[in-house]
């Protein structure tokens, strides 16, 4: 049964330190997105990849978030400095997109981040 | 940007009640997904809808996709407890291949004996 892995599942960290999470999208999709959770805010996009290319990082606040897809089986986020208001859950979703076609986003489990 | 609203924030209802939630879109969507999320998990994908007036049902669930394409709906018939977390709709636009998800705010569903 494939899914979307994502490590580590919890951080708690101190304000100014750099955070980096991970997710390994489902094998053979094209399509990697990063969300984020708050209460307040609900579920956020932050970037997403297609074929590892950044597509749409409009989400993200480019000074200190930044998205990469060093290869097919890895998406990082990492975060510095980090603040307290950064804390939330942090999905990786993959999925496949063929076309004009839009396809299911399967969801990691997740990433809980607080930042002290 | 691009909104999709959705109405109730949250709803409690007793078991065997039936619930519905509704998702609006100010412009037409290309198409529309549902998804799921338990307390304490992540969102899992229900079912996506792609034409206009389109219906769809998965047991207990009706999905239905507004003619204008602008609205869509999930009903739950006789709730049970294992329906309780919170449901998203996830509106697409369908701007050139860039095409990307934009979820709801969720409705939040509790059902108690």
């Known amino acids: 049964d494939a899914r979307v892995t994502q490590t580590p599942r919890h951080k708690v960290t101190e304000m100014g330190q750099e955070v980096t999470m991970r997710c390994q999208p489902i094998?053979?999709?094209?399509?990697v997105f990063w969300y984020r959770q708050t209460m307040m805010q609900g579920l956020e996009l932050l970037a997403y990849?297609?074929?590892?290319?950044?597509?749409?990082d409009s989400g993200m606040p480019k000074d200190r978030f930044s998205a990469e897809m060093p290869d097919a089986t890895l998406a990082t986020l990492k975060i510095q400095p980090s603040e307290p208001r950064d804390s939330a859950v942090y999905f990786c979703?993959?999925?496949?997109?063929?076309?004009?076609?839009?396809?299911?986003?399967?969801f990691g489990p997740g990433t809980r981040l607080t930042v002290l | 940007g691009q909104q999709v609203m959705q109405i109730p924030q949250y709803q409690h209802v007793q078991e065997g009640e039936d619930f519905t939630t509704y998702c609006n879109s100010s412009t037409t969507l290309s198409n529309i997904q549902w998804y799921k999320q338990r307390p304490g998990g992540h969102p899992v994908f229900l079912i996506q809808l792609v034409k206009s007036g389109e219906v769809k049902k998965q047991k207990r669930l009706t999905f239905q996709f507004g003619e204008a394409k602008k609205n869509s709906s999930l009903h739950i018939t006789a709730t049970q407890t294992t329906d309780v977390g919170t449901y998203f709709c996830a509106g697409d636009w369908r701007t050139g291949t860039a095409s990307k998800l934009t979820f709801g705010t969720g409705t939040r569903l509790q059902v108690t004996l």
């Open positions: 990849f297609r074929n590892r290319a950044p597509l749409d």
């Open positions: 979703a993959s999925g496949l997109v063929s076309g004009a076609i839009t396809d299911t986003q399967y």
């Open positions: 094998l053979g999709h094209n399509t």
